[in-house]
């Protein structure tokens, strides 16, 4: 028999994030979330940068459940909205998770604005029993279509081109959205560190 994998709990209960860093990892460890958890509690977010974030949401998590522990703290940021909507990402449209909201407030503060340059940024802490074990970054430069274009991905995918395409991440596919990703650069160091511990 093969040996049992390890377990990576994702400290989300963004059944799309879970599944984008499912599809990355591979088969290097069995990756399942809070979703599977139904007894945790709720992790207030209550910091203003996505490390203060992704720090609470690992440690908090990693004092409830053995094993280890990846969270994930990420969003936009808008040149012309002075970062916005930052750390507020998700729930920019007035409505936590609301990605159609949350596309039609962008779309509507950004009328008029020549300038569309813009980044998603992702932030991920390890943490177990308690200790954040270490924290990675990654971003992805781009910029603000004048509409949303394609069906694939999620949250402000439709509306975002990333450097050197002319496609939406929602019209690019997941393979090559996660090869150039926020998400995809962060997990790639996640990856890096824990195959160096083991």
Same mark, same amino acid.
């Given at each position: 028999?093969?040996? !049992?994998?390890?377990?990576?709990?994702?400290?989300?209960?963004?059944?799309?994030?879970?599944?984008?860093? &499912?599809?990355?990892?591979?088969?290097?460890?069995?990756?399942?979330?809070?979703?599977?958890?139904?007894?945790?509690?709720?992790?207030?977010?209550?910091?203003?940068?996505?490390?203060?974030?992704?720090?609470?949401? =690992? =440690?908090?998590?990693? &004092?409830?459940?053995? %094993?280890?522990?990846?969270? /994930? /703290?990420?969003?936009? !940021?808008?040149?012309?909205? *002075? %970062?916005?909507?930052?750390?507020?990402?998700?729930?920019?449209? *007035? !409505?936590?998770?609301?990605?159609?909201?949350?596309?039609?407030?962008?779309?509507? @503060?950004?009328?008029?604005?020549?300038?569309? =340059?813009?980044?998603? &940024?992702?932030?991920?802490?390890?943490?177990? #029993?308690?200790?954040?074990?270490?924290?990675?970054? #990654?971003?992805?430069?781009?910029?603000?279509? @004048?509409?949303?274009?394609?069906?694939? *991905?999620?949250?402000?995918?439709?509306?975002?081109?990333? !450097? %050197?395409?002319?496609?939406?991440?929602? @019209?690019?596919?997941?393979?090559?959205?996660?090869?150039?990703?926020?998400?995809?650069?962060?997990?790639?160091?996640?990856?890096?560190?824990?195959?160096? &511990?083991?």
């Amino acid at each position: 028999m093969p040996p !049992e994998l390890p377990v990576l709990i994702v400290a989300t209960r963004n059944a799309h994030k879970t599944q984008e860093i &499912r599809e990355m990892i591979g088969d290097r460890y069995k990756v399942l979330d809070v979703n599977d958890f139904p007894a945790l509690p709720a992790i207030d977010e209550t910091g203003t940068t996505f490390l203060e974030n992704a720090t609470l949401k =690992a =440690a908090g998590i990693s &004092r409830e459940v053995t %094993g280890l522990i990846l969270s /994930d /703290d990420s969003g936009l !940021e808008v040149d012309a909205l *002075g %970062g916005a909507p930052g750390v507020w990402s998700s729930s920019y449209g *007035g !409505e936590e998770g609301n990605h159609p909201k949350n596309n039609a407030r962008l779309m509507a @503060e950004m009328a008029g604005k020549t300038d569309r =340059a813009a980044r998603f &940024r992702c932030t991920m802490v390890l943490a177990q #029993g308690g200790q954040v074990l270490a924290y990675f970054s #990654g971003t992805v430069e781009g910029r603000i279509l @004048e509409a949303p274009y394609g069906a694939g *991905g999620f949250g402000y995918d439709p509306l975002f081109a990333p !450097e %050197g395409h002319t496609q939406s991440f929602a @019209e690019l596919g997941p393979e090559v959205k996660n090869a150039l990703s926020h998400r995809g650069r962060a997990l790639a160091k996640v990856i890096a560190w824990l195959e160096a &511990r083991d």
